[in-house]
């Protein structure tokens, strides 16, 4: 099984603002099946990201997402204020399909 | 745009078998274009994936779950099942149902989900 670790744990930025999430991979992600999804309170997880630096349909390309192998990165750049959420990496490369334990990002 | 909607349940007693349906609208679960998936969450915490179920039958669990989860599919009433036997207090969370697209041999990311229902263990 293939843990993920995402760092930090929470983000406090100001709206305009740029935010950095990473998330490392106890093993190699095959073919860099990461994905990326960000979910609101009381709402189900959407997609952002799929095979590390796809965006999803809908979107906006003020979040894009690079790396590979083991370490990789969410970027959200202007931040708007709905952009406060819980943002989880996830791996489908392999069975079990697993998911980081998610960094929460704060509009101040 | 398809939609997905879980329903079943929201209170289940310890050691009893957890049942939820997942019903797909708005396209055809026989398209054999995806797999069909169950994930949960249980409250303040992360995401666990719990299975999947393909056209053919084909399933594919999470070892976490200690075989005590089943996945069906019934194509007549385009929906998709989940079974959880033996349930504890630990299994408490809200439960999704989730797409994943396929093509050959590649299963992709989860691209459509339901809105989630809750699921108390509790006597």
């Known amino acids: 099984e293939i843990g993920l670790t995402q760092s930090p744990g929470t983000l406090s930025l100001s709206p305009g603002e740029g935010a950095t999430l990473s998330c490392r991979a106890s093993?190699?992600?095959?073919?860099?099946?990461l994905a990326w999804y960000q979910q609101k309170p009381g709402q189900a997880p959407r997609l952002l990201i799929y095979?590390?630096?796809s965006r999803a349909t809908g979107i906006p390309d003020r979040f894009s997402g690079s790396g590979s192998g083991t370490d990789f990165t969410l970027t959200i750049s202007r931040l708007e204020p709905e952009d406060s959420a819980v943002y989880y990496c996830?791996?489908?490369?392999?069975?079990?399909?697993?998911f980081g334990q998610g960094t929460k990002v704060e509009i101040k | 745009q398809v939609q997905l909607r879980e329903s079943g349940p929201g209170l289940v007693k310890p050691s009893q078998t957890l049942s939820l349906t997942c019903t797909v609208s708005s396209g055809s679960i026989s398209s054999g274009s995806y797999y069909w998936n169950w994930l949960r969450q249980p409250a303040g915490k992360g995401l666990e994936w719990i299975g999947r179920?393909?056209?053919?039958?084909?399933?594919d669990y999470n070892p976490s779950l200690n075989s005590r989860a089943t996945i069906s599919l019934d194509t007549s009433k385009n929906e998709f099942s989940l079974k959880l036997s033996s349930v504890t207090a630990a299994d408490t969370a809200v439960y999704y149902c989730?797409?994943?697209?396929?093509?050959?041999?590649?299963?992709?990311?989860?691209?459509?989900w339901g809105q989630g229902t809750l699921v108390s263990v509790s006597s």
């Open positions: 093993q190699s992600v095959s073919s860099n099946y």
């Open positions: 179920i393909y056209l053919s039958g084909s399933t």
């Open positions: 996830q791996q489908y490369g392999s069975s079990p399909r697993t």
């Open positions: 989730a797409r994943a697209g396929t093509m050959v041999t590649y299963v992709g990311p989860f691209d459509n």
């Open positions: 095979g590390a630096s």
